[in-house]
């Protein structure tokens, strides 16, 4: 199976800090606090894109980050950071390494994914008025970015299956058509999974598939059965591969009969799928035998391209109609789902752990609440401590034996137990 794959880490934006600010004015000589909030970091967002075939770029550039939101500067709002738009081939599956859980599967064109939201900007000191606060001197630090390491893995699915008996030719085609080199006059139940080329084609490409087993008695699991279903779940042009001179001189039209059945036995839904004939072979007869062949399918009421998969003859005039199908059936295709920026709850559970020199508090939300205040500012801490006392922090640390000045870590930051209330 064709693979590709690539581990990349994205961080998103911090938030901009919020500012402390206080209305100037003539003749005013102590305005009210109009300090303004802090720009939101940028988001780092994946988008399938069907002109994308490899993850090559990404195993060149694995480290991605979005801009940092601006700070606000008095009472005007800091920027917003850009978001980073990463376009990934259409069928790329998203796994968080750290978690190794898969997040997306980006399968379909223009679909998009915030793999990391940027940090919300901080407050400004307007925030923070209240009836007893009148003068807030202390605004909030921007909230941190998320960082995400992960595995995106590009697991072609066929855009095109090619079908037909065993010793069609369709080996042979899909060999000629891409760099997939499948093996040649193989067994047809050697290969379990079948073989995937991407078709170029001027600027265009789609993905081929040349689908193994679909032989009289397939549907009835004497074939490969169900097992490449999957790999036919996007496939939406189907190359029916006749041989036109079979060395056993059976009818080509009635070999082709055989395996219309076999499919319309096997999968409903592939039967339904628009449909081409290869008339395959054409060089080893001469050209009115191969006229004559032509000619019983045309007036059975078949679209038939005649070919050599060998030569290579018919094969570019077969390949541009395949693409024109593709692409139609793909205009079809319902609108791409879009993800919305997921809010990701945030977990807010929250322990106090003894540390070798003190205490430590644990907590996603605690360290995100520590590292979004202003430490330097007395009142801004001030806050915090209030904020700490309602979440019933101090109490807990309180009733585990914390005493004044005893170190208590909570991030990067270290205090110093202080019992205000
Ligand atoms: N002369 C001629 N032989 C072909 C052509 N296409 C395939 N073959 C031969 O037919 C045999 C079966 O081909 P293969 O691609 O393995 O068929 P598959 O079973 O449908 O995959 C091989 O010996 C090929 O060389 C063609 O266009 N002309
Ligand atoms: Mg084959």
Redesign the pocket.
């Known amino acids: 199976m064709f693979l590709d794959e690539a581990i990349v880490t994205f961080t998103s934006g911090t938030g901009g800090s919020g500012a402390v600010s206080f209305h100037r004015e003539k003749h005013v000589p102590r305005g009210g606090p109009n300090g303004a909030d802090g720009g939101k970091g940028g988001d780092v967002i994946l988008v399938a894109d069907r002109n994308r075939r490899t993850l090559y770029d990404l195993k060149l550039n694995d480290h991605i980050e979005a801009d940092s939101g601006k700070h606000a500067l008095g009472n005007k709002r800091g920027k917003n950071g850009g978001d980073i738009v990463v376009k990934v081939p259409v069928g790329t599956v998203i796994t968080d390494v750290i978690l190794d859980e898969v997040l997306v599967d980006l399968r379909v064109d223009g679909m998009r994914y915030v793999i990391c939201k940027g940090g919300r900007g901080g407050f400004g000191n307007l925030h923070y008025v209240s009836s007893v606060r009148q003068v807030p001197n202390f605004a909030q630090k921007g909230a941190p970015g998320e960082t995400i390491r992960a595995k995106l893995e590009l697991k072609l699915l066929a855009d095109v299956g090619l079908i037909?008996?065993?010793?069609?030719?369709?080996?042979?085609?899909l060999s000629r058509i891409s760099a997939a080199r499948?093996?040649?006059?193989?067994y047809?139940f050697t290969t379990l999974e079948p073989n995937l080329g991407v078709v170029k084609l001027g600027d265009e490409t789609f993905v081929a598939a040349?689908l193994?087993g679909l032989i009289e008695g397939a549907s009835e699991g004497h074939g490969l059965g169900h097992r490449f279903l999957k790999h036919t779940e996007r496939t939406k042009v189907l190359v029916h591969?006749v041989?036109a001179f079979p060395i056993d001189d059976s009818d080509p039209l009635a070999n082709y009969g055989i395996v219309e059945e076999e499919l319309r036995l096997y999968s409903k839904d592939l039967y339904d799928k628009p449909r081409l004939i290869a008339l395959?072979?054409?060089?080893?007869a001469p050209p009115d035998e191969a006229a004559k062949v032509e000619r019983r399918f045309s007036e059975a009421g078949q679209p038939v391209f005649p070919?050599?998969?060998?030569?290579g003859q018919g094969v570019e005039r077969l390949l541009y109609r395949v693409l024109e199908l593709v692409r139609a059936a793909e205009a079809t295709e319902p609108t791409p789902v879009v993800f919305s920026p997921e809010e990701r709850e945030m977990d807010s559970s929250w322990d106090v752990v003894r540390a070798e020199d003190g205490f430590e508090v644990t907590g996603k939300r605690m360290l995100r609440m520590v590292a979004m205040t202003n430490l330097e500012n007395r009142d801004a801490v001030r806050y915090l401590h209030k904020r700490l006392v309602r979440l019933g922090v101090i109490d807990r640390l309180r009733e585990m034996g914390a005493e004044e000045g005893d170190t208590v870590y909570i991030g990067e930051a270290v205090f110093s137990f202080t019992d205000w209330s």
Request: no cysteine; proline share 13%.
């Open positions: 037909g008996l065993p010793n069609a030719g369709k080996s042979t085609l499948p093996k040649i006059g193989d047809p040349d193994p591969v041989d395959n072979k054409l060089d080893l070919i050599s998969a060998v030569s």
